[in-house]
């Protein structure tokens, strides 16, 4: 027997994206109050590099998760299976 269940999460992408980027380059540049003015400071190439890899993170997760939010799981009871399906 197959059945599908459809989840709506608001912000839990987001959480996980947020969480990813925090690894990957330590604390959130966009948390940062005391910006600095000077346009060609390195601060700023870490935004840039932040904001890339959110883009590139959310167009992946693109493919199984619906405006951020919304997916499809399909379980397969016989095969004792579990697939994200495509959006």
């Not at 998760?65 to 095969?79: R, Y």
């Amino acid at each position: 027997m197959k059945f599908t269940i459809h989840f709506k999460t608001p912000g839990a992408v987001d959480y996980a994206i947020r969480d990813i980027i925090q690894a990957e380059f330590g604390r959130d540049c966009w948390a940062n109050e005391d910006l600095p003015q000077d346009l060609d400071h390195p601060f700023w190439d870490k935004v840039v590099m932040q904001k890339t890899r959110e883009d590139e993170l959310e167009e992946f997760v693109a493919r199984w998760v619906k405006h951020g939010e919304a997916v499809s799981i399909e379980f397969d009871m016989e095969a004792g299976t579990a697939t994200v399906l495509e959006r």
